[in-house]
């Protein structure tokens, strides 16, 4: 058996990134951005004002001014502006020529075209400079999860289409005879496939395009044909089957279909009978059927592989560190990610660690990660974990 950390080179040599492609910036929220793009001009693009009040070239309590014209948003004054004038103006509005700064209309009482600075005006300006923003060849740079808030800043550069990864395409297959969809009136003998959904998530979250197969049955014939149904994928999920059981026949079907393997069995727990290696174009992942296991594995494994393929680099799921809340007992031989939640006192760890508890898992926002042969810890000692949320 390898380790986790072996395990994971393996996975990051067969997992290459996928290559780029244009979207319209209405489609670019959470896609990975593939190059730098830059502004296609200055922001602002013009000197304007940020308050509604009067431009005027000084101005102190008590001054007066003749208002000769004005100055909106999309609608410059032209003319230049001398003193003992002001120009009505408005926020976002441009600066007219001479303008030494913006009063308030707060500040100032009107009577036809005079106004008289009757409140103090401070010291603002409340002059936006062209350019504060950013210049024309400013960069938003890549690799990056573009956010709602960096779509308003390309929209803002003039950036109409942009340059992302391109989303990997993932095929989840579940397999077991025993697998019923959410929904279906399951038999006595059934349960029902949970897993493929819970991966389905976490993958579209992570940005890749998954796509749910039909469940195959424990049969080679009904795993190839379901494995065929995949061959556009960039990367084939498996669930389930991985073990040693006489029904675990996922690894011979993907051999007798040609997987150049890379590994089967890694030591850590959840996860062990995980399995990996490429299947024709694609990658194939072998994931454990229980249903924790599974998605650990999708954690601790899958979310690392898709953030390679979107060009975020090979790096293993962030870690954090905290003090545990209780003790825990020594470790066994394999690297235990343990369910665990965060609380004001620190890591607690679940009680019941079986894998095929989800409702354990869905409490937990935490996998505390015990190295092999870890010996027992004590409250108040720091400990690695995955935070789950
Ligand atoms: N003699 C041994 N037995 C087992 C070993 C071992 O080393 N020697 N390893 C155990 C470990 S560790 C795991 S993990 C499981 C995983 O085995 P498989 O990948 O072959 O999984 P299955 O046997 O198909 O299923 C296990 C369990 O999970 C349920 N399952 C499967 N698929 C789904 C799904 N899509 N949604 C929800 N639940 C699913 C299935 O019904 C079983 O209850 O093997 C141990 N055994
Ligand atoms: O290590 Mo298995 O993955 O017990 O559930």
Redesign the pocket.
Known sequence: MISVSEALDRLFSLAAPLGTEEVPLLEANGRILARDVTARRDQPPFDNSAMDGYAVTEGAQGDSFRVIGESAAGHRFTGPLAPGEAVRIFTGAPIPEGTGRVILQEDVTREGDTITITGAPGEGLHIRQSGDDFRTGDSVTAPRRLSPNDIALMAAMNIARVPVARQPRVAII???D??VMPGEDPGPDQ??????FGLRALLSELGATPRLLPIARDSLSSLRTVLELADDSDLVLT???????D??L?AQAAADMGLDRAFHKVAM?????LMSGRLGDAMMIG?????V??MVCGHVFVAPVIRAMLGLGASPAPRKTAHLARDIPANGPREHYMRARRMADGLSLFDRQD??LLSILSAADALIVRPPHDPARSVGENVDYLPLS
């Open positions: 579940a397999t077991g025993e697998l349960i029902v496939a949970s897993n493929s669930i389930g089957g991985a073990s040693v059981g029904h675990d996922v727990r959840p996860g062990k009978p994931l454990p059927g229980n249903p296991s599974a894998s095929s």
